[in-house]
């Protein structure tokens, strides 16, 4: 585990900080709170022998300091009330976000139209099973993905980096790409042409499609003029020898225990088809919702 991956990884460095505050926090409740009521009782009793004898010798005493004198004592060290106060936030905070929803910014035009740049998600995190923080190990199966669900895993290269594309591919399945045109288990996905869209960061028109695949339409884009795919940019990964590529197709079958992938924004996505499947231990969960997009507004909603 080298320092990279450490400081890409959100969930590790928040379960460090919930332990820390969490043992801070236990230590004054079963500790330090019981040593300071203790000095507190014996410094007050002092007090009160002290005014008991003043008293007996005909001397006024002032009562006023004693509630002064326990509120000091008793009050917590900075450091001390600082993590206390942290811990509850910071132990919510994980909580849901390891087992419900994680928020995930977009970065890059790969999900182009579905999602753009500057989109602000929400991904399900017990869509796909109930899994351990940090770990990322499934302990309950709940559903597996299907082909069409928009997913967020961990990058087979870099565990550090979290990807977000769709699931074309499951355990199994025949993907063969020719022509721009998918084809799964033998049955040709249904295209429908849509007007050109406008990529507003190029800015440059593509040319638009509604893919009807397995039952889940979505748009996607394409590119007139660009190769299927770049073989010189394909990587030797894990079951390469499942895929075949040509200049203008490749057809790869799916192994146990893995995803094909790919990018709404065809020509303009680091996919499967260069860096290959993605396990079932890389899955964080499924994008459903797009809460915020400060430069629009209108993009709130769901994901398809």
């Known amino acids: 585990m080298n320092l990279q991956f450490i400081l890409g990884n959100f969930a590790l460095i928040l379960f460090v900080a919930m332990v820390l505050t969490g043992i801070v926090w236990c230590l004054d409740v079963f500790y330090f709170a019981r040593q300071r009521r203790a000095a507190a009782d014996a410094a007050l009793a002092a007090f009160d022998a002290r005014n008991a004898k003043l008293s007996t010798e005909g001397i006024k005493v002032d009562n006023t300091s004693r509630q002064s004198i326990e509120a000091a004592i008793l009050r917590q060290p900075t450091w001390i009330e600082y993590s206390g106060s942290f811990f509850p936030v910071i132990a919510l905070v994980f ?3 390891s087992f419900l929803y994680e928020p995930f910014k977009i970065p890059s035009g790969s999900m182009v139209p579905t999602l753009v740049i500057g989109d ?3 991904v399900n995190k017990f869509t796909y099973g109930i899994r351990l923080p940090v770990l990322n190990q499934k302990i309950i199966d709940v559903n597996d993905p299907q082909r069409g669900d928009v997913m967020v895993f961990k990058y087979p290269d870099d565990m550090a980096q979290d990807y977000i594309k769709r699931v074309v591919g499951i355990p199994g399945d025949k993907i063969t790409y020719e022509n721009k045109r998918l084809t799964v ?3 040709e996905v249904k295209y429908t042409a ?8 190029s800015p440059v028109y593509h040319k638009q499609y509604m893919e009807g ?3 889940v339409p979505h748009r996607i884009l394409n590119d007139e003029g660009k190769a299927v795919i770049n073989i010189d940019q394909v990587k030797n990964f894990p079951h390469r020898e499942g895929c075949t590529y040509t200049v ?3 057809t790869c079958i799916v192994p146990p225990g893995n995803y094909f992938m790919m990018g709404d924004n065809r020509d303009n996505s680091s996919d499967s088809r260069y860096w290959g499947f993605v396990p079932n231990k890389n899955i964080v969960g499924k994008a459903f919702f ?3 997009n400060l430069g629009s507004l209108g993009r709130i909603g769901s994901i398809h």
Do not use: A, H, S
Request: negative net charge.
């Open 248 to 250: 203008d197709k490749f």
């Open 95 to 97: 909580i849901l976000r």
């Open 194 to 201: 849509l007007p050109d869209f406008l990529d507003e960061e």
């Open 120 to 122: 602000l998600i929400l």
């Open 213 to 215: 695949l397995t039952g």
């Open 290 to 292: 797009v809460w915020m």
């Open 185 to 187: 288990n033998g049955q």
